[in-house]
Protein backbone atom coordinates (compact mmCIF):
# COMPACT_ATOMS: atom_id res chain seq x y z
CA UNK A 1 0.00 0.00 0.00
CA UNK A 2 2.85 2.34 -0.80
CA UNK A 3 1.49 5.99 -1.70
CA UNK A 4 3.23 7.94 -4.36
CA UNK A 5 4.44 11.23 -2.36
CA UNK A 6 2.54 14.64 -4.08
CA UNK A 7 5.28 16.96 -3.55
CA UNK A 8 9.33 17.39 -3.24
CA UNK A 9 8.32 18.15 0.64
CA UNK A 10 6.56 15.37 1.13
CA UNK A 11 8.82 12.86 -0.37
CA UNK A 12 11.69 14.87 2.21
CA UNK A 13 9.19 13.60 5.39
CA UNK A 14 11.32 10.51 6.14
CA UNK A 15 14.22 10.92 3.68
CA UNK A 16 15.18 14.32 4.57
CA UNK A 17 14.87 14.12 8.38
CA UNK A 18 17.97 15.39 10.30
CA UNK A 19 19.29 14.97 13.48
CA UNK A 20 18.05 18.14 15.11
CA UNK A 21 16.49 19.43 18.35
CA UNK A 22 12.83 19.74 18.39
CA UNK A 23 10.78 22.66 18.75
CA UNK A 24 8.45 22.40 22.01
CA UNK A 25 5.57 21.69 20.25
CA UNK A 26 7.06 18.73 18.51
CA UNK A 27 7.41 15.77 20.56
CA UNK A 28 6.36 16.48 24.09
CA UNK A 29 5.79 19.75 26.06
CA UNK A 30 9.84 20.33 26.04
CA UNK A 31 12.79 20.97 24.04
CA UNK A 32 14.99 17.79 23.54
CA UNK A 33 17.85 19.97 24.65
CA UNK A 34 21.20 18.67 23.95
CA UNK A 35 23.36 21.09 25.02
CA UNK A 36 23.20 20.79 28.86
CA UNK A 37 23.84 18.54 31.47
CA UNK A 38 20.81 18.90 33.94
CA UNK A 39 18.55 15.97 33.67
CA UNK A 40 15.35 16.59 31.89
CA UNK A 41 12.29 15.08 33.06
CA UNK A 42 11.78 12.19 35.97
CA UNK A 43 14.30 9.49 35.06
CA UNK A 44 17.48 9.39 35.44
CA UNK A 45 18.47 9.25 31.20
CA UNK A 46 16.86 11.45 28.86
CA UNK A 47 17.39 11.94 24.89
CA UNK A 48 21.09 12.48 25.20
CA UNK A 49 22.00 9.16 26.23
CA UNK A 50 22.48 7.00 23.32
CA UNK A 51 20.42 3.48 23.21
CA UNK A 52 20.83 -0.08 22.46
CA UNK A 53 17.46 -2.17 21.42
CA UNK A 54 17.70 -5.49 22.86
CA UNK A 55 14.30 -6.98 21.98
CA UNK A 56 13.30 -10.48 20.28
CA UNK A 57 10.23 -9.43 18.06
CA UNK A 58 9.76 -7.04 15.63
CA UNK A 59 6.16 -6.87 14.07
CA UNK A 60 3.76 -6.73 17.22
CA UNK A 61 4.92 -2.59 17.77
CA UNK A 62 6.58 0.41 16.68
CA UNK A 63 9.35 -0.14 18.79
CA UNK A 64 11.99 0.37 15.74
CA UNK A 65 10.06 2.71 14.32
CA UNK A 66 10.17 5.23 16.98
CA UNK A 67 14.16 4.45 17.79
CA UNK A 68 14.90 5.23 14.17
CA UNK A 69 12.75 8.47 13.73
CA UNK A 70 13.62 9.44 16.80
CA UNK A 71 17.88 9.39 16.32
CA UNK A 72 16.91 11.38 13.56
CA UNK A 73 15.01 14.11 15.28
CA UNK A 74 17.01 15.27 18.37
CA UNK A 75 16.11 12.21 20.23
CA UNK A 76 18.48 9.12 21.94
CA UNK A 77 21.14 8.22 19.08
CA UNK A 78 20.73 4.76 18.63
CA UNK A 79 23.94 2.81 18.67
CA UNK A 80 22.91 -1.05 19.06
CA UNK A 81 19.99 -3.58 18.04
CA UNK A 82 19.83 -6.71 19.95
CA UNK A 83 17.60 -9.54 18.21
CA UNK A 84 17.32 -12.58 20.50
CA UNK A 85 14.51 -15.19 20.89
CA UNK A 86 12.26 -16.07 23.70
CA UNK A 87 9.28 -18.23 23.43
CA UNK A 88 7.15 -15.93 22.54
CA UNK A 89 9.48 -15.42 18.96
CA UNK A 90 11.39 -18.48 18.99
CA UNK A 91 13.53 -17.93 16.00
CA UNK A 92 16.45 -15.55 16.58
CA UNK A 93 17.35 -15.38 13.00
CA UNK A 94 14.17 -14.53 11.86
CA UNK A 95 14.04 -11.43 14.06
CA UNK A 96 17.02 -10.61 13.47
CA UNK A 97 15.97 -10.88 9.72
CA UNK A 98 13.12 -8.56 10.94
CA UNK A 99 15.31 -5.98 12.20
CA UNK A 100 17.74 -5.91 9.74
CA UNK A 101 14.49 -4.72 7.54
CA UNK A 102 13.82 -2.18 9.34
CA UNK A 103 17.19 -0.68 9.32
CA UNK A 104 17.29 -1.18 5.73
CA UNK A 105 13.97 0.68 4.57
CA UNK A 106 15.11 3.53 6.76
CA UNK A 107 18.50 4.10 5.55
CA UNK A 108 17.01 3.68 2.04
CA UNK A 109 14.55 6.48 2.88
CA UNK A 110 17.33 8.74 4.14
CA UNK A 111 17.63 8.16 7.92
CA UNK A 112 21.07 8.15 9.10
CA UNK A 113 23.25 6.90 12.09
CA UNK A 114 21.15 3.34 12.04
CA UNK A 115 23.23 0.16 13.55
CA UNK A 116 23.69 -3.18 12.26
CA UNK A 117 22.25 -5.98 14.08
CA UNK A 118 23.55 -8.49 16.49
CA UNK A 119 22.17 -11.79 16.85
CA UNK A 120 22.21 -13.09 20.02
CA UNK A 121 20.94 -16.61 21.40
CA UNK A 122 21.39 -17.66 25.00
CA UNK A 123 19.38 -19.56 27.24
CA UNK A 124 17.82 -17.89 30.65
CA UNK A 125 19.97 -17.75 33.68
CA UNK A 126 20.01 -20.61 35.74
CA UNK A 127 20.23 -19.78 39.94
CA UNK A 128 23.07 -21.38 41.26
CA UNK A 129 22.83 -23.65 44.09
CA UNK A 130 24.30 -21.26 46.57
CA UNK A 131 21.76 -18.52 45.72
CA UNK A 132 24.61 -15.59 45.04
CA UNK A 133 24.24 -13.49 41.99
CA UNK A 134 27.90 -13.89 41.17
CA UNK A 135 27.76 -17.35 41.34
CA UNK A 136 25.53 -17.53 38.16
CA UNK A 137 27.43 -19.15 35.37
CA UNK A 138 27.40 -16.34 32.36
CA UNK A 139 26.39 -17.50 28.50
CA UNK A 140 28.92 -15.07 27.44
CA UNK A 141 26.02 -14.25 24.49
CA UNK A 142 26.77 -12.03 21.51
CA UNK A 143 24.48 -9.50 22.45
CA UNK A 144 25.98 -9.21 26.58
CA UNK A 145 29.42 -8.51 24.43
CA UNK A 146 27.67 -6.05 22.47
CA UNK A 147 26.46 -4.73 26.26
CA UNK A 148 29.52 -4.61 27.07
CA UNK A 149 32.00 -3.36 24.45
CA UNK A 150 29.53 -0.27 23.08
CA UNK A 151 29.41 0.89 26.60
CA UNK A 152 33.01 1.43 27.21
CA UNK A 153 33.07 3.17 23.67
CA UNK A 154 30.60 5.39 24.28
CA UNK A 155 29.28 5.83 27.91
CA UNK A 156 30.40 9.14 30.22
CA UNK A 157 30.34 9.47 33.81
CA UNK A 158 26.93 11.66 33.34
CA UNK A 159 25.74 10.11 30.30
CA UNK A 160 25.41 6.57 30.38
CA UNK A 161 24.74 4.18 27.31
CA UNK A 162 20.71 2.75 27.74
CA UNK A 163 19.52 -0.56 27.33
CA UNK A 164 16.13 -0.41 26.12
CA UNK A 165 15.15 -4.39 27.32
CA UNK A 166 11.83 -5.34 25.71
CA UNK A 167 13.02 -8.76 26.22
CA UNK A 168 14.01 -10.90 28.86
CA UNK A 169 16.88 -9.43 30.76
CA UNK A 170 19.28 -12.41 30.30
CA UNK A 171 21.64 -10.29 27.91
CA UNK A 172 21.80 -8.13 31.09
CA UNK A 173 22.48 -10.34 33.81
CA UNK A 174 25.10 -11.87 31.63
CA UNK A 175 26.75 -8.11 30.56
CA UNK A 176 27.49 -8.26 34.30
CA UNK A 177 28.33 -11.76 34.61
CA UNK A 178 31.28 -11.36 32.06
CA UNK A 179 32.12 -7.73 33.57
CA UNK A 180 30.34 -6.35 36.40
CA UNK A 181 31.56 -2.68 35.64
CA UNK A 182 29.50 -2.40 33.59
CA UNK A 183 26.70 -1.67 35.57
CA UNK A 184 28.88 1.89 36.10
CA UNK A 185 28.30 2.51 32.12
CA UNK A 186 24.23 1.57 31.75
CA UNK A 187 20.88 2.21 32.96
CA UNK A 188 18.46 -0.52 31.81
CA UNK A 189 15.24 1.09 30.64
CA UNK A 190 12.39 -2.11 30.13
CA UNK A 191 8.89 -2.55 29.12
CA UNK A 192 8.40 -5.43 31.83
CA UNK A 193 5.59 -6.07 34.28
CA UNK A 194 3.09 -4.17 36.18
CA UNK A 195 2.69 -2.33 39.35
CA UNK A 196 0.62 -3.09 42.38
CA UNK A 197 0.72 -0.09 44.58
CA UNK A 198 3.15 0.54 46.15
CA UNK A 199 5.08 -2.38 44.88
CA UNK A 200 6.49 -3.04 41.20
CA UNK A 201 6.14 -6.40 40.47
CA UNK A 202 8.76 -8.40 37.86
CA UNK A 203 6.19 -10.32 36.14
CA UNK A 204 4.15 -10.50 32.56
CA UNK A 205 5.00 -9.53 29.86
CA UNK A 206 8.81 -9.98 29.88
CA UNK A 207 9.19 -10.79 33.36
CA UNK A 208 8.02 -14.20 33.49
CA UNK A 209 10.75 -15.28 30.71
CA UNK A 210 13.88 -15.46 32.79
CA UNK A 211 13.02 -14.48 36.36
CA UNK A 212 16.77 -15.45 37.92
CA UNK A 213 17.86 -12.47 35.36
CA UNK A 214 15.62 -9.93 36.75
CA UNK A 215 17.12 -10.54 40.29
CA UNK A 216 20.48 -10.08 39.27
CA UNK A 217 19.31 -6.48 37.16
CA UNK A 218 17.44 -5.23 39.31
CA UNK A 219 20.11 -5.82 42.12
CA UNK A 220 22.88 -4.96 40.04
CA UNK A 221 21.87 -2.02 37.76
CA UNK A 222 20.31 1.22 37.76
CA UNK A 223 16.40 0.28 36.66
CA UNK A 224 13.90 1.38 35.23
CA UNK A 225 10.69 -0.61 34.80
CA UNK A 226 7.88 0.81 32.94
CA UNK A 227 5.26 -0.96 33.93
CA UNK A 228 2.33 1.18 32.11
CA UNK A 229 0.94 0.69 28.68
CA UNK A 230 -1.33 1.94 26.12
CA UNK A 231 -3.11 0.48 23.04
CA UNK A 232 -0.68 1.11 20.05
CA UNK A 233 -3.54 0.37 17.54
CA UNK A 234 -4.27 4.55 17.75
CA UNK A 235 -0.56 4.94 16.54
CA UNK A 236 -0.88 4.01 12.80
CA UNK A 237 -4.97 3.58 12.21
CA UNK A 238 -6.14 2.10 8.72
CA UNK A 239 -7.51 5.24 7.72
CA UNK A 240 -4.28 7.31 8.07
CA UNK A 241 -2.03 4.44 6.22
CA UNK A 242 -2.26 6.79 2.52
CA UNK A 243 -0.63 9.22 4.57
CA UNK A 244 2.26 7.18 5.69
CA UNK A 245 5.95 8.56 3.67
CA UNK A 246 5.91 7.51 0.35
CA UNK A 247 9.16 5.77 0.48
CA UNK A 248 10.46 1.66 1.68
CA UNK A 249 10.13 3.20 5.51
CA UNK A 250 6.32 4.26 4.90
CA UNK A 251 5.81 0.87 2.63
CA UNK A 252 6.95 -1.09 5.33
CA UNK A 253 4.77 0.64 8.00
CA UNK A 254 1.66 -0.11 6.53
CA UNK A 255 2.70 -3.38 6.17
CA UNK A 256 3.24 -4.03 8.90
CA UNK A 257 -0.18 -2.53 10.61
CA UNK A 258 -2.15 -5.58 10.70
CA UNK A 259 0.48 -7.82 12.67
CA UNK A 260 -0.66 -4.91 15.62
CA UNK A 261 -4.67 -6.13 16.39
CA UNK A 262 -2.82 -9.58 17.35
CA UNK A 263 -1.48 -7.80 20.48
CA UNK A 264 -2.58 -4.32 20.83
CA UNK A 265 -0.99 -3.95 24.44
CA UNK A 266 2.30 -4.96 23.17
CA UNK A 267 3.79 -1.32 22.87
CA UNK A 268 7.46 -1.79 23.87
CA UNK A 269 8.26 1.77 22.52
CA UNK A 270 6.82 2.97 26.01
CA UNK A 271 10.81 2.31 26.39
CA UNK A 272 12.32 4.71 23.89
CA UNK A 273 9.52 7.34 24.54
CA UNK A 274 10.07 7.52 28.42
CA UNK A 275 13.40 8.43 27.67
CA UNK A 276 13.05 10.72 24.59
CA UNK A 277 10.13 12.83 25.90
CA UNK A 278 10.48 14.74 29.35
CA UNK A 279 6.47 14.64 29.69
CA UNK A 280 5.59 11.27 28.48
CA UNK A 281 6.56 9.02 32.16
CA UNK A 282 4.04 10.92 34.20
CA UNK A 283 4.26 8.92 37.51
CA UNK A 284 6.89 7.65 38.53
CA UNK A 285 7.82 5.59 42.20
CA UNK A 286 11.41 5.07 43.41
CA UNK A 287 12.31 1.84 44.67
CA UNK A 288 14.77 -1.25 45.71
CA UNK A 289 14.43 -4.70 45.15
CA UNK A 290 13.46 -6.54 48.19
CA UNK A 291 15.67 -9.78 48.30
CA UNK A 292 15.08 -11.21 51.42
CA UNK A 293 11.90 -13.00 50.25
CA UNK A 294 12.48 -16.30 48.58
CA UNK A 295 13.42 -16.16 45.45
CA UNK A 296 10.21 -16.72 42.92
CA UNK A 297 10.99 -18.81 40.08
CA UNK A 298 8.23 -17.05 38.03
CA UNK A 299 9.27 -13.24 38.44
CA UNK A 300 11.66 -11.51 39.90
CA UNK A 301 11.71 -9.88 42.77
CA UNK A 302 9.25 -7.04 44.63
CA UNK A 303 10.32 -3.24 43.65
CA UNK A 304 8.97 -1.95 47.05
CA UNK A 305 9.64 1.94 47.85
CA UNK A 306 12.69 3.75 48.69
CA UNK A 307 13.22 7.19 48.01
CA UNK A 308 16.82 6.72 47.38
CA UNK A 309 16.72 3.12 45.70
CA UNK A 310 18.57 2.20 42.55
CA UNK A 311 14.62 1.91 40.72
CA UNK A 312 12.36 4.12 39.07
CA UNK A 313 8.67 2.71 38.36
CA UNK A 314 7.16 4.56 35.45
CA UNK A 315 3.41 3.99 36.86
CA UNK A 316 1.81 6.10 33.98
CA UNK A 317 2.33 7.73 31.13
CA UNK A 318 0.48 10.36 28.38
CA UNK A 319 -0.10 7.93 25.90
CA UNK A 320 -1.25 10.42 23.43
CA UNK A 321 1.98 12.06 23.29
CA UNK A 322 3.21 8.67 21.59
CA UNK A 323 0.90 9.26 18.10
CA UNK A 324 0.75 12.86 17.90
CA UNK A 325 5.24 12.82 18.33
CA UNK A 326 5.02 9.39 16.09
CA UNK A 327 3.02 12.06 13.03
CA UNK A 328 4.93 15.11 14.08
CA UNK A 329 8.06 13.33 12.66
CA UNK A 330 6.50 11.65 9.73
CA UNK A 331 4.36 14.32 8.44
CA UNK A 332 5.70 17.87 9.56
CA UNK A 333 8.74 19.28 7.44
CA UNK A 334 9.26 21.51 10.07
CA UNK A 335 10.23 18.60 12.51
CA UNK A 336 12.17 16.72 9.65
CA UNK A 337 14.57 19.63 8.54
CA UNK A 338 12.92 19.65 5.07
Known sequence: ??????SRSRRAVVAGALALVLAPSACGDGTLDVGRDVPRGPLPVDARNPVIIDSDGWSDNWMGEYAALLANNGGPPLVGIIANATRYWPNATANAIGWM????????????????????AGPAMVRPTDGQVDSTQPNGSAGARLIVELSRQLSLPWRPVVVLGVAPLTN?????LLDPTVVDRVVVVAALGSYAAPNGVMNGPNGDLDPWANWIVAQKFRYVQVSAYYDQLGDVTPAQVPSLPGNPF????AAKLPDLFDIPQASDQITVLSVALPTFAVGVRRASPDTSVAFDGTQ???????DSGNVWIVTRIAAPLAASCLWQMLLDSRACGS
Do not use: E, F
Request: proline share 12%; no cysteine; aromatic share 2%.
Open 101 to 120: DLVTAARDSGLHNLPGVTIS
Open 300 to 306: GPPLVPN
Open 172 to 176: LADAY
Open 250 to 253: GARM
Open 1 to 6: MQRQPK
